[in-house]
Structure formats: structure tokens, C-alpha cells
């Protein structure tokens, strides 16, 4: 049985939510435009950052791992888990005009090999991600192409930066409240995960699925 998380260690984790949500999904955006400015944008340090370092200090949220911070004592790694997995739920379209960071763990992870997918994404194959639209914080305005020729039937509407045409998300007029978030998009993609093949009659030839994950041949 896995130990519970302390009352000090959960208050924390809605304190960093917080800010993600009201400081730095804002502020994205300023990231990717400061550190572009100068010859060398290696060299270059975005002044948004000193920005936020100060805003999280004042909150108390600046240095949790060490000894000294607002739970009075070294936190444990139970206690440090959750905040470092929350802090990484975050990513964006190749040229930075589109960010996003997500609050909540995803409702289920799979990979797409319907046809539609394979033209859009130019590729194999797509890797998504469900999210409820609740736990989703978007800045910039993606288009979106409604895409009614399905194998289903039904309509899929594509979201993707109009700017560099990275593939963001899709939605299902049938699901008003998830969202099918490309994962290649994320700033971390090492927790991606899929549970399931669906669509599998339509992958290409040379795709493998290993027998042990379950597999949809088709979806309505």
C-alpha cells in the first residue's frame, strides 16, 4: 500500500498548481520571444525568468528540495514526486507560438495509426494523449482544420500552429470535454506511456505492435 502524502506536501501541490496555472502558462510565451532576441540566443537570458524566480520566492515555492523550505523540515521524495511531475507537464509547437501546460495526469495514453493521422502528422503513426479541456491551459491561437473524410465517419477537428504547422491536439465534437494531445509536443516526453494500438487495421506495413498491448482494429 502506497504511504499517503502529508497535509503539508498536498497544500503544496495546489500552491504549485497555482502558479503554473496564474504565473507561468502566461508568461510562456515571453520565454520564447526574450531568448530569441540577440546573435547568440545561447547567450541570451530572458528577463521573464528573474521575473518568476522572484514571484515564486515571495510565494514560498523556490528551493523545495532543500532543508529550508515552507514544510519546515527536508522533504521526502513521496513529498517532492508529485510537485516534480506537475512542473514538467508543460510543452508547446516547434517555433514557441504555441504553449500549453497541463494540471492533471492524462485519462489515456494510445497510438493512432488511422490514415487521416499518418497525412497529418507525416508520418507512421500518431502518439496521443487524453486530457480533460478542464486541466489544459493554452496561450496563442492555433488553427484548426475540421477534418470530415474520416474512416469513421465522424468529424475531427485538428488544431496546429499556423506559424511553424506543428500537429497540437484534436477533438471530437462527440467528447465536448477532452482533448487528443499530440505527445510529441510535450517538453518531456520520456512519461509517455500508450496503453493501446487503435486503428491497427490501417497501420503501415512494416509498423510492429507487440502482442501484449491491446489493439482496435477499428473505432466507430
Excluded at 522572484?54 to 510537485?83: H, I, R, V
Excluded at 502528422?121 to 487524453?130: D, V, Y
Excluded at 485538428?158 to 500537429?167: A, D, H
Aim: aromatic letters at 8%; proline letters at 6%.
Amino acid at each position: 500500500m502506497m504511504p499517503e502524502l502529508r497535509p503539508e506536501a498536498i497544500e503544496l501541490v495546489d500552491k504549485v498548481k497555482s502558479f503554473i496555472k496564474n504565473e507561468v502558462a502566461p508568461k510562456e510565451h515571453l520565454f520564447h520571444e526574450q531568448i530569441k532576441v540577440g546573435e547568440d540566443r545561447w547567450n541570451s537570458y530572458p528577463e521573464v525568468i528573474d521575473e518568476l524566480k522572484d514571484t515564486a520566492k515571495s510565494e514560498g515555492l523556490w528551493n523545495l528540495f532543500l532543508p529550508e523550505n515552507p514544510m519546515g523540515e527536508s522533504m521526502s521524495n513521496l513529498d517532492y514526486a508529485p510537485l516534480a511531475e506537475i512542473m514538467g507537464r508543460s510543452g508547446g509547437c516547434l517555433c514557441g507560438a504555441i504553449r500549453y501546460q497541463i494540471s492533471e495526469t492524462s485519462l489515456m495514453e494510445a497510438i493512432c495509426h488511422c490514415k487521416n493521422c499518418q497525412k497529418q502528422g507525416g508520418s507512421a503513426f500518431s502518439t496521443l494523449a487524453g486530457i480533460k479541456k478542464s486541466d489544459f491551459e493554452l496561450t496563442g491561437e492555433p488553427k484548426v482544420y475540421i477534418d470530415t473524410a474520416t474512416d469513421s465517419g465522424a468529424s475531427v477537428e485538428r488544431f496546429f500552429c499556423g506559424t511553424c504547422g506543428s500537429p497540437m491536439y484534436s477533438a471530437l465534437p462527440s467528447q465536448p470535454d477532452v482533448i487528443y494531445l499530440k505527445t510529441g509536443t510535450l517538453d518531456d516526453t520520456s512519461k509517455f506511456n500508450p496503453s493501446i494500438h487503435v486503428w491497427a487495421s490501417t497501420k503501415q506495413n512494416w509498423v510492429e505492435i507487440d502482442k501484449d498491448v491491446p489493439q482496435l482494429q477499428k473505432q466507430s
